[in-house]
């Protein structure tokens, strides 16, 4: 289930940034096409899968699971370019209906789903490496050269890939398989990567399932990939078990394809100015997000109970 509530973004206040979609990682980032009517996020995790939120795959007109064949790829999507796309041969997700009509942080646990490619496009789009975060992150994130961002294919802007930055981790939830961060999410931003940018290397270490909104402001919520590691639940595990995915590092694209390896002085440049670090907090924040007061899991159900999102995820 999604919560993506109407969140406005204003042009000019940092929050989300055009993006070149034939640029590694995102180009390993494209759009879920569902059924010609709706779309969502998704990213490639190898040369033939996909991981993406598993609502996206769900025809609520219909109340039913949509076919792999209602399905479509397309990797780099940005305005009229579609250079590298790939009908969808299976997909897996979690057992059961899975999606309740009243949002829940267990319906959420589950909202997650790996396509697999007709065709091997990660070759030429290139895919990311996957990664758990540690305990200690928060510490990691004050010492070191670090940026936490989000990209996909915003309601906003539903034909462009743009990126969110500044996309710190708060101690929002006490769930440690659902975190929240500070930056702008809208529909069709469901089943994008979180991403963790460290020495020069892009890491995805969750997916976007829901939007959460509690005492006036909105924050992005990720499943985290905790759930797909060793002590995650069995299903997820095995979801991804038999696949010959990159944890840790990921893969540059192709040198015979459209899509081009990262310039990482550019991309050090854009992620992590001082500018971009405070681009995700609040109006005057001077302080890191993760160092702001908690708030109770059972007071944010209550505000994503009362107020839930509309159930669209999105529309071309």
Same mark, same amino acid.
């Given at each position: ?22 640029? &590694? ?11 010609? %009517? ?21 025809? $609520? ?28 041969? %299976? ?21 997650? =789903? ?15 490496g ?20 989000? =990209?996909g ?34 529909d ?28 006036? $402001?909105? &924050? ?13 639940? =069995? ?10 995915l ?5 893969k ?16 050090? +440049? ?6 971009? +670090?405070?681009s ?12 702001? %007061? ?17 159930e ?5």
């Open positions: 289930m999604t919560f993506f509530a109407a969140l406005p973004l204003r042009a000019g206040d940092g929050r989300r940034v055009l993006v070149d979609a034939l640029s &590694y990682p995102w180009s390993a980032i494209g759009r879920v096409n569902t059924g010609g %009517s709706t779309y969502c996020t998704g990213f490639l995790i190898s040369e033939r899968h996909v991981l993406t939120a598993g609502h996206c795959l769900y025809d $609520r007109k219909l109340d039913r699971w949509r076919l792999p064949s209602e399905l479509h790829f397309v990797a780099a999507y940005q305005f009229d370019q579609i250079l590298m796309h790939s009908p969808i041969a %299976s997909y897996r997700r979690a057992g059961g209906r899975g999606l309740s009509k009243v949002p829940t942080f267990e319906s959420a646990t589950r909202d997650w =789903a790996v396509l697999t490619l007709g065709e091997p496009i990660g070759r030429v789009a290139g895919w990311l996957m990664t758990v975060i540690e305990e200690t992150f928060p510490k990691r994130i004050s010492a070191d050269r670090v940026a936490m961002v989000q =990209a294919y915003s309601a906003t802007r539903p034909h462009a890939m743009t990126m969110g930055r500044g996309c710190e981790p708060m101690p929002l939830l006490s769930n440690k398989d659902i975190f929240a961060h500070g930056c702008a999410v809208r069709g931003d469901s089943g994008s990567p979180w991403l963790i940018y460290l020495d020069g290397q892009f890491y995805a270490a969750g997916l976007h399932v829901l939007s959460i909104g509690t005492e006036g $402001r909105r &924050y992005g919520g990720v499943l985290s990939f905790s759930i797909f590691s060793n002590g995650g639940t =069995a299903e997820a595990r095995e979801a991804l078990g038999g696949l010959d990159a944890w840790g590092r990921g540059e694209p192709g040198k015979l394809g459209p899509a081009r390896a990262s310039v990482r002085r550019a991309l050090d +440049s854009l992620l992590l100015s001082k500018s971009s +670090s405070s995700g907090r609040g109006a005057g924040s001077a302080e890191p997000a993760w160092n702001s %007061s908690g708030i109770s899991l059972a007071r944010v159900i209550r505000e994503i109970t009362m107020h839930p999102a509309p669209s995820v999105g529309t071309e």
